[in-house]
Nanobody, 123 residues
Framework: QVQLVESGGGSVQAGDSLRLSCAASGRSFSSYAMGWFRQAPGKERDFVAA????????DYADSVKGRFTISRDKAKNTLYLQMNSLKPEDTAVYYC????????????????WGQGTQVTVSS
């Protein structure tokens, strides 16, 4: 069974950086894609970034391009999201997700989810 555990959230000032981690376990992820999503209060869960576990190809939401970087450490089975130049509108609960197959940008394409980690950015 796939298990995903996020960490690294916190409260920061606008312009600061944070790195989120997602520890993945339960199986080999060589055929998986992993993604980061976020959900602000009262809003839907939105796509942030995705990566193919084996080849490492990436996709980003337009709102985070140039500021966020998704990566993975195969040896540690860990997914990362490096977030730079944070803005108050980045405030949300951030979720790690996994799916068998290619990268995807829709919530309903990912069957496996972590519990989320809160990121709060103040101005």
């Amino acid at each position: 069974q796939v298990q995903l555990v996020e960490s690294g959230g916190g409260s920061v000032q606008a312009g600061d950086s944070l790195r989120l981690s997602c520890a993945a376990s339960g199986r080999s992820f060589s055929s998986y894609a992993m993604g980061w999503f976020r959900q602000a209060p009262g809003k839907e869960r939105d796509f942030v970034a995705a990566i193919g576990w084996s080849a490492g190809g990436t996709d980003y939401a337009d709102s985070v391009k140039g500021r966020f970087t998704i990566s993975r450490d195969k040896a540690k089975n860990t997914l990362y999201l490096q977030m730079n130049s944070l803005k108050p509108e980045d405030t949300a609960v951030y979720y790690c997700a996994a799916r068998l197959g290619a990268r995807a940008g829709w919530v309903n394409q990912y069957p496996h989810w972590g519990q989320g980690t809160q990121v709060t950015v103040s101005s």
